[in-house]
């Protein structure tokens, strides 16, 4: 037979594996929108720099 106090002890730790692992889950979305948001800058630095250049090489006398 199982005794209570094992099966607190067993309660109580698996409640703290699920709080570590939805704080986990928390976290995650942060992360990738950061990361999203570090690419969409990325991006948009890229393409003002194509841009840039693109125009200086058609147009040599324009100084960007």
Do not use: W
Request: charge should be negative; glycine fraction near 2%.
């Amino acid at each position: 037979m199982i005794s209570s106090s094992y099966l607190r002890l067993m309660t109580e730790r698996e409640v703290k594996n699920l709080r570590e692992a939805i704080d986990i889950l928390h976290v995650k979305p942060l992360e990738y929108a950061d990361v999203i948001r570090a690419c969409l800058s990325s991006q948009s630095t890229d393409q003002s720099e194509i841009r840039r250049i693109t125009v200086g090489m058609f147009n040599p006398t324009l100084d960007y």
